[in-house]
């Protein structure tokens, strides 16, 4: 996809030159100039479709964006969790999201609500205007809507979980529009939609797998699996029926990497999972696409990868020297956590390190304490006698095939209890990290062998506050059982979730804009 967003904006601005053609001087007094392309002037062509849809992709990286000193967006779903900390506490609003102080005027609550409506915004214009583009082959045309309506349900999922009933804007919209200050909808009414929009990416004719990081099918039914799971539990509590639609959905992307296994599978090793030439292959089944060679509307670069905050703080792991933020990095509670012996806490090897080589390439020496190694690029920052690119084009996971086995684990044993199934799947996880797997369980001692699995498996991949929402429950690193939500003490900070904090406060400057956002999320200042 990094390189169909190029070649993209580039055909825009040559379509652009184009359609004015030979013009007299007069003419081109009545021309309008190529910059006030509008969605009523613009969707023409194929081309423009296929550009109007790299937008929606572009913005999928508000995700990303900058919170702030030291600070990305993507933090805020980690600094809630308890599973990381901070060495720097420099930056205000995120020391407020790891001590549970956060309102309506914390940054990243304002980034995530303007950043995920943003990627909406263009996707209703993609699915309203790429229709009626003719000619145009309409197999493309398909795929087209398909990604798009993937996109807007990806964004709709992210919302509709944060904060519950939101405002559900289907259509473009400008200032004379009827519902311009929408009223929020009840949250089952965004599930519809999401449920509506990912069945008909399901059927767009969309590839398997696409390399090029392009949505494809496994990751539609594995986002639609997920999207049951979570409909399943808190807070709509369909229960029974969405578990087995879970399951159901689940099973047919692991059919097909069972007869497929070069093109779905489990990476045999973890490095595998950050490495730049694994990307959206394999086990990777949607991410978020990075590359130094795009730029912002500021003509700095605005699509790197943003993980950096996870580096420790003023350590000398690359060409840079003494670098990063230590904004983000886990807690020994969490990190001591793991089963002896698990291969993910082994230092360079799994999804920690605690030694590195001085200036990315010299001597090993000593971090001092475990840090985040999953989203690490050796091949941007360097490695033992081999420097690095200084280029760090590393993508950010969003969908793994590990998350497709443990949703159907998961959803299989609550429609039933355990099966060999189930417990294969969840063997393949534990597997791979080199630990034994009982036998034999129970439905009650499986599902929490499930969950603990998440909590170790998907750590600092933004997924690990979604599962504390939709299962009211958190894993106590010391008993290593699980907490009601409510109640539950981060000992990051030794602060105690309260029932508010499964939702996020709207944005104040939101509710100042739009009145009929009103009344705010139960427990948060007006």
């Known amino acids: 996809m990094r390189n169909t967003l190029l070649k993209n904006l580039g055909k825009v601005l040559l379509c652009g030159t184009i359609l004015l053609g030979p013009v007299g001087c007069s003419d081109f007094l009545e021309e309008q100039p190529p910059s006030n392309l509008t969605a009523d002037n613009f969707f023409q062509i194929p081309d423009h479709a296929e550009a109007g849809l790299a937008a929606v992709y572009a913005d999928t990286r508000f995700f990303g964006g900058d919170a702030g000193i030291f600070s990305t967006n993507w933090q805020l779903l980690e600094a809630m969790t308890g599973t990381s900390t901070t060495e720097t506490a420099q930056n205000s609003d995120l020391n407020n999201l790891y001590s549970l102080a956060h309102d309506g005027n914390t940054a990243h609550v304002n980034n995530w609500w303007n950043g995920a409506y943003r990627l909406i915004a263009n996707a209703n214009l993609v699915l309203d205007r790429v229709p009626a583009i003719t000619p145009m082959d309409e197999a493309q045309k398909k795929k087209i809507l398909g990604e798009a309506r993937f996109l807007r349900a990806w964004a709709y999922f992210m919302i509709v979980?944060?904060?519950?009933?939101?405002?559900?804007?289907?259509?473009?919209?400008?200032?004379?529009?009827?519902?311009?200050?929408?009223?929020?909808?009840?949250?089952?009414?965004?599930?519809?939609?999401?449920?509506?929009?990912?069945?008909?990416?399901?059927?767009?004719?969309?590839?398997?797998?696409?390399?090029?990081?392009?949505?494809?099918?496994?990751?539609?039914?594995?986002?639609?699996?997920?999207?049951?799971?979570?409909?399943?539990?808190?807070?709509?509590?369909?229960?029974?029926?969405?578990?087995?639609?879970?399951?159901?959905?689940?099973?047919?992307?692991?059919?097909?990497?069972?007869?497929?296994?070069?093109?779905?599978?489990?990476?045999?090793?973890?490095?595998?999972?950050?490495?730049?030439?694994?990307?959206?292959?394999?086990?990777?089944?949607?991410?978020?696409?990075?590359?130094?060679?795009?730029?912002?509307?500021?003509?700095?670069?605005?699509?790197?990868?943003?993980?950096?905050?996870?580096?420790?703080?003023?350590?000398?792991?690359?060409?840079?020297?003494?670098?990063?933020?230590?904004?983000?990095?886990?807690?020994?509670?969490?990190?001591?956590?793991y089963e002896t012996g698990d291969r993910r806490t082994k230092d360079q090897e799994g999804y920690f390190y605690t030694t590195y080589f001085t200036n990315g390439t010299g001597a090993r020496f000593e971090l001092g304490r475990p840090y985040v190694f999953k989203h690490f690029n050796r091949t941007s920052n360097g490695t033992q006698g081999v420097p690095g690119t200084r280029q760090n084009n590393l993508n950010v996971p969003l969908i793994r095939y590990a998350e497709t086995l443990l949703i159907f684990a998961e959803a299989q044993n609550e429609v039933g209890g355990p099966t060999q199934a189930t417990i294969d799947a969840l063997k393949r996880i534990r597997d791979r990290a080199q630990l034994t797997t009982p036998a034999t369980f129970t439905q009650a001692s499986f599902r929490e062998a499930v969950w603990r699995e998440r909590w170790y498996e998907f750590c600092y991949e933004q997924i690990t506050w979604f599962d504390m929402v939709r299962l009211r429950k958190v894993f106590n690193e010391t008993t290593k059982g699980f907490d009601n939500f409510v109640g539950h003490i981060n000992l990051s900070t030794n602060k105690a979730l309260e029932e508010k904090h499964l939702l996020l406060p709207l944005p104040r400057q939101e509710m100042l804009n739009n009145p009929n956002l009103k009344p705010q999320n139960p427990g948060y200042p007006n």
Request: a negative charge; aromatic letters at 10%; proline letters at 6%.
């Open 161 to 337: 979980r944060l904060w519950g009933d939101v405002p559900l804007i289907t259509t473009p919209q400008t200032a004379t529009s009827e519902n311009f200050r929408p009223e929020r909808a009840p949250k089952e009414s965004v599930y519809n939609l999401i449920v509506e929009d990912l069945l008909a990416a399901e059927a767009a004719g969309l590839a398997w797998t696409d390399v090029s990081g392009r949505v494809n099918l496994a990751a539609v039914k594995t986002q639609l699996a997920k999207v049951y799971l979570t409909m399943a539990g808190f807070p709509l509590n369909k229960g029974a029926s969405h578990y087995k639609l879970a399951a159901d959905k689940a099973l047919e992307v692991i059919t097909y990497a069972n007869a497929n296994p070069s093109a779905i599978n489990l990476f045999t090793s973890y490095e595998d999972v950050h490495r730049e030439s694994t990307e959206n292959r394999l086990e990777h089944l949607f991410m978020l696409q990075c590359n130094t060679l795009v730029t912002g509307s500021n003509g700095l670069p605005g699509a790197n990868n943003p993980m950096d905050n996870f580096y420790g703080n003023f350590k000398p792991i690359n060409f840079n020297g003494p670098t990063g933020t230590g904004s983000s990095i886990p807690t020994l509670s969490f990190y001591n956590s």
